[in-house]
C-alpha cells in the first residue's frame, strides 16, 4: 500500500507474510499516513486493487475500503492487477499482456492494446483485448497474435520459456522487478481515475476469476 500527497506517492508499506491480515492493514495504513504526516481525516481518495490475487488479502482490503467509505464517504477509485501490471510495462504502439502465477500451472492474464502517447510523462491509455481469465499459461500464450509483445507479471517470470518458444524475438519482457503489481503507480493513476457511485462501492467485490478452493461443509444432525 502507499500514501500519496499532491498525487505522489510518499510512503509505501508492503506486508510480507502478515498474521492477521486486518490487524496488520491496519497498522500498515496507520504507519503509512504518520510517516507521512497524513491524517485520517485528510484523506479524499482511496484507490484498490480488485484482483485477482490472494483471496484472503483481497476479502480483507476490499472490506477496509468499505469501511472507510461508509465512515467517511470519501472518493473510491478501483482497478485490477493486471490492468495496473500494464501499466507499468506499456510501451508506446506494442500490445502487453499481463501474467500472474496462479499457481497450479495457471496464470491470471489479460491482454491491453497501448495507445501512442502525444504528452510527454502522461501514461499510456490502455484498451482491453483480453479481459482476465484464469488459464494454462499455453492457452493464453497460444491465443495471442504473433506480433511484438510486452510481457510482465509473475506469470511471465515464471513462464518465460514457453513464451518465448511461441514468440521468439517477438516477445519483449519487463524486468522482474516490475512483477509485482506497484501502489505507487496505482498512487499516480488514481487521479485520473473516475470515483464509483454509491451503489457501486456497495456492490463492489473482488475479482477472484477462479472460485477459491476453500468450501463450506453443509452442518448435520443440527439439534435445537
Known amino acids: ?28 495504513v496507520s504507519a503509512a499516513l504518520s510517516a507521512a504526516d497524513v491524517r485520517v481525516d485528510e484523506i479524499d481518495r482511496v484507490a484498490i486493487v480488485t484482483g485477482p490475487g490472494s483471496f484472503t488479502g ?25 490492468e495496473l501490471l500494464a501499466h507499468q510495462a506499456a510501451e508506446e504502439g506494442f500490445p502487453v499482456s499481463p501474467m500472474i502465477d496462479a499457481r497450479k500451472n495457471e496464470v491470471y492474464a489479460a491482454l491491453y492494446e ?4 502525444h504528452t510527454p510523462g502522461v501514461p499510456s ?22 506480433r511484438p509483445t510486452v510481457f510482465v507479471g509473475t506469470g511471465a517470470v515464471r513462464y518465460r520459456a514457453q513464451i518465448e518458444k511461441v514468440f521468439g524475438a517477438l516477445a519483449r519482457f519487463a524486468g522482474e ?8 503507480l496505482l498512487c499516480r493513476l488514481a487521479g485520473d481515475l473516475v470515483p ?14 477462479r472460485p477459491s478452493d476453500v468450501k463450506l461443509k453443509p452442518l448435520k444432525d443440527v439439534r435445537v
Do not use: N
Request: hydrophobic share 40%.
Open 1 to 28: 500500500m502507499a500514501v500519496c500527497v499532491d498525487g505522489g506517492a510518499s510512503e509505501v508499506r508492503r506486508l510480507e507474510q502478515p498474521s492477521s491480515h486486518l490487524v496488520d492493514l491496519g497498522r500498515a
Open 58 to 82: 483481497l476479502r480483507v482490503g476490499m472490506a477496509y475500503v468499505k469501511g472507510l467509505y461508509a465512515a467517511r464517504g470519501l472518493e473510491v477509485v478501483a482497478m485490477t492487477s493486471l
Open 114 to 117: 497501448t495507445a501512442v502517447r
Open 125 to 146: 491509455s490502455l484498451t482491453e483485448k483480453i479481459a482476465p481469465r484464469v488459464v494454462p499459461p499455453e492457452t493464453h500464450i497460444a491465443s495471442l497474435s504473433q
Open 177 to 184: 522487478s516490475e512483477s509485482d503489481p506497484d501502489t505507487r
Open 196 to 209: 464509483l457511485g454509491p451503489e457501486d462501492v456497495v456492490a463492489l467485490e473482488p475479482l477472484y476469476v
